[in-house]
């Protein structure tokens, strides 16, 4: 079914910025057989007129492949006549299922490729055992950084996620908590222990009415002021 998606977010003025930021965007969806067109594009290709940045075009096969290809601009020095130059990055994925002692382990490949500059190009692995419906351990690695993230999630009665994940780059925990409340409601907790942030969400997704996202982050190492984030987003099929 073809579809069509907008977006759009608030965040309220703080002490790190004395206006407050809109942003939003829109993205669309075609069915051609087997396969999936999508383009979507940010508030940054409408604003300040017409222009190519945060346009994205992609070729999906569901749970085979993604290819992609991504516009931004790139900043540049202050000029007496302002130029606008662009990055654009080329990314693919691709999704296989197999088994380890009979249980399923999900693998992505991803490869991002600037082509203006094939040197910044980043290749991610990530994994996915799964035991059960109730647990399942994840790893993430972007090849050549020493990084390797690692996750449990585990569900409890079908209402309550547990996950804590471990980043043995930084030698640092991660956690997060979430339940469903009110049917499709979701409240999630998370705590960040190398930057000390604490974050609370609330979010509701329905193909009827659309999604929406109320969130706030708390630094407890400076007790700045919370920084509040709202989005919402409609689908339309067409």
């Given at each position: 079914m073809n579809?069509?998606?907008v977006k759009?977010?608030?965040?309220?003025a703080?002490?790190?910025?004395?206006?407050?930021?809109?942003?939003?965007?829109a993205?669309?969806?075609?069915?051609?057989?087997?396969?999936?067109?999508?383009?979507?594009?940010?508030?940054?290709?409408?604003?300040?007129?017409?222009?190519?940045n945060?346009?994205?075009?992609?070729?999906e096969?569901?749970?085979?492949?993604?290819?992609?290809?991504?516009?931004?601009?790139?900043?540049?020095k202050?000029?007496?006549?302002?130029?606008?130059?662009?990055?654009?990055?080329?990314?693919?994925?691709?999704?296989?299922?197999?088994?380890?002692?009979?249980?399923?382990?999900?693998?992505?490949?991803?490869?991002?490729k600037?082509?203006?500059?094939?040197?910044?190009?980043?290749t991610?692995?990530?994994?996915?055992?799964?035991?059960?419906?109730a647990?399942?351990?994840?790893?993430n690695?972007?090849?050549?950084?020493g990084?390797?993230k690692?996750?449990?999630?585990?569900?409890?009665?079908?209402?309550?996620?547990?996950?804590?994940?471990?980043?043995?780059?930084n030698?640092?925990?991660?956690?997060?908590?979430s339940?469903?409340?009110?049917g499709?409601?979701?409240?999630k907790?998370?705590?960040?222990?190398k930057?000390?942030?604490?974050?609370?969400e609330?979010?509701?997704?329905s193909?009827?009415?659309?999604s929406?996202?109320?969130?706030?982050?708390l630094?407890?190492?400076?007790?700045?002021?919370?920084?509040?984030?709202?989005?919402?987003?409609l689908?339309?099929?067409?």
């Amino acid at each position: 079914m073809n579809a069509i998606s907008v977006k759009a977010g608030y965040e309220p003025a703080n002490k790190e910025s004395n206006n407050g930021r809109v942003s939003g965007g829109a993205s669309v969806t075609f069915n051609a057989g087997d396969f999936k067109l999508r383009a979507s594009m940010t508030d940054a290709t409408v604003v300040n007129a017409s222009s190519l940045n945060g346009l994205a075009l992609a070729i999906e096969k569901p749970d085979s492949f993604i290819l992609g290809y991504k516009v931004s601009e790139k900043e540049s020095k202050p000029q007496k006549v302002p130029l606008i130059s662009y990055s654009f990055d080329f990314s693919f994925q691709f999704m296989n299922s197999i088994k380890v002692m009979e249980k399923p382990l999900n693998l992505k490949y991803t490869h991002n490729k600037p082509l203006h500059n094939i040197g910044d190009s980043k290749t991610i692995l990530d994994g996915t055992l799964v035991f059960n419906s109730a647990n399942n351990v994840s790893a993430n690695h972007e090849l050549g950084s020493g990084d390797c993230k690692l996750k449990y999630s585990y569900v409890h009665g079908g209402l309550t996620t547990l996950e804590p994940s471990y980043d043995t780059k930084n030698k640092s925990w991660d956690l997060a908590v979430s339940r469903k409340v009110y049917g499709d409601h979701v409240c999630k907790a998370t705590y960040q222990m190398k930057s000390n942030v604490l974050g609370l969400e609330w979010s509701s997704t329905s193909k009827l009415d659309g999604s929406f996202k109320v969130s706030a982050s708390l630094s407890l190492a400076d007790k700045t002021l919370p920084k509040l984030a709202a989005e919402s987003s409609l689908n339309f099929d067409i």
